[in-house]
């Protein structure tokens, strides 16, 4: 997914669901926001396969979960005009639920 971030088609659409009240200028642009959670998705990842970095990994993706979910609930709150990335609110929640959990396990496990 971090990949999609940096592709122009899905990263405009991705850009499309940061609610206004998070959008800045500069690294706070949607276009900017998205790229950067791209690499964050990224290098966590990178950083659970590593053993020395894998609690870190993990600890910085669970709170890019929880800082990544307003903007999907924005979208699940306008369906009308984001279409498919508009997932209903509480199948979303969820998976986010589910994505934690899964991460958590792959950065906590013995």
């Known amino acids: 997914m971090g990949v999609l ?19 800045g200028r500069g690294v706070l642009a949607p276009a900017s926001l998205v790229r950067l959670t791209g690499a964050c998705e990224l290098a966590g990842a990178a ?6 970095t894998r609690r870190l990994a993990g600890g910085c993706l669970l709170l890019f979960l929880a800082a990544v979910f307003p903007a999907n609930a924005y979208a ?10 508009a997932v209903p609110f509480a199948p979303r929640l969820a998976a ?7 991460t958590a396990v792959a950065a906590f496990r013995s």
């Open 47 to 52: 950083g659970l396969l590593v053993p020395g």
């Open 76 to 85: 699940a709150r306008h369906p009308e005009r984001f279409g498919a990335l």
């Open 96 to 102: 986010q639920v589910l994505l934690g959990g899964l």
């Open 5 to 23: 971030h940096l592709r122009p088609g899905p990263a405009r659409a991705m850009a499309a669901i940061i609610p206004p009240s998070l959008r």
